[in-house]
């Protein structure tokens, strides 16, 4: 089933990739039981943007609210401005979504509100006959690409990127995103390539812990098993990459019950100064 919805996060202390994780994952258990099926709800990741601010950010916020014109799901600008499954008929007022904040992107177009959201519709009427473009799609960095060196050697030879991530932003910006990102791959990298599994993951958890590996998939709230699955879902998803769908049908249980279990998880390793390896 493809993606048909978007959205546009500015964050705080929560990260995207944490939220995205629990939403998609417990939504596609939900329908999945409701509809008697099984298998992925979604077709590939979520695409994210690391946006920089200001006209970056008002691009690209444009850009994703045009897009039911676009794909001909609406016939028209006005039609767009009612349409209830994008962001831009809840900026426009015609539409109502509590968890939807609407006053940071009028701020750009003026104080009073009726005037802002005027300039906001002239503004992002301007690009609906603009387009697909590459660089607001997602795409991003090849996780098969050999490692950091590997995707920088594909950037070099302008090889086409086929990801999950892009950044949008100036040279600097773009050039420091790139250096933080670049320790985080290579490290995935590196513990992949020296044969770091779930079972692996497990074993090294349950030394950690003093725990049976054998039990670590048992329904328990014994406190040193509920460290031990904690600390192989986070571990599992921040250092290996392990996807929630894998971690919940491994120990079998929910999306969101999976989501909880990184957040303990995270918790334990810095309290304690744990380290994976």
């Known amino acids: 089933m493809p993606n048909h919805f978007h959205l546009v996060i500015r964050t705080g202390t929560k990260k995207v990739s944490d939220l995205m994780m629990k939403l998609s994952t417990s939504y596609a258990l939900y329908f999945n039981k ?63 979504a509590q968890w939807q904040s609407t006053d940071e992107v009028l701020s750009y177009f003026g104080k009073k509100r009726t005037e802002a959201m005027k ?14 473009r590459q660089d607001l799609t997602g795409g991003g960095l090849l996780r098969s690409a050999g490692g950091w060196r590997g995707v920088m050697d594909l950037k070099r030879s302008k090889e086409m990127w086929m990801a999950d991530e892009r950044i949008l ?37 349950c030394e950690l812990i003093g725990v049976d590996p054998k039990d670590i ?29 894998e971690l919940a049908k491994y120990f079998q249980i929910s999306g969101s019950s999976i989501s909880e279990a990184i957040v303990r998880g995270e918790k334990i390793v810095k309290d304690n100064q744990y380290l994976i390896t």
């Open 34 to 96: 409701k509809y008697a099926r099984s298998g992925y709800l979604y077709q590939g990741r979520y695409k994210s943007i690391l946006c920089q601010e200001d006209s970056y950010l008002m691009e690209l916020i444009r850009y994703v609210h045009l897009n039911p014109l676009r794909a001909r799901i609406v016939k028209d600008m006005r039609e767009l401005g009612t349409y209830k499954w994008s962001g831009h008929s809840v900026i426009m007022g015609t539409q109502k």
């Open 119 to 132: 300039k906001y519709e002239i503004f992002v009427a301007e690009a609906k006959d603009v387009a697909k």
């Open 169 to 205: 932003g100036d040279g600097d910006f773009v050039s420091a995103a790139l250096r933080q990102a670049g320790e985080r791959f290579e490290r995935k990298d590196k513990l992949r390539k020296e044969g770091w599994d779930i079972e692996r993951l497990v074993k090294r958890v």
């Open 217 to 245: 998939q048992r329904k328990s709230k014994r406190s040193k098993l509920s460290q031990a699955r904690s600390l192989v879902a986070y571990w599992g998803s921040k250092e290996l990459g392990i996807s929630g769908i």
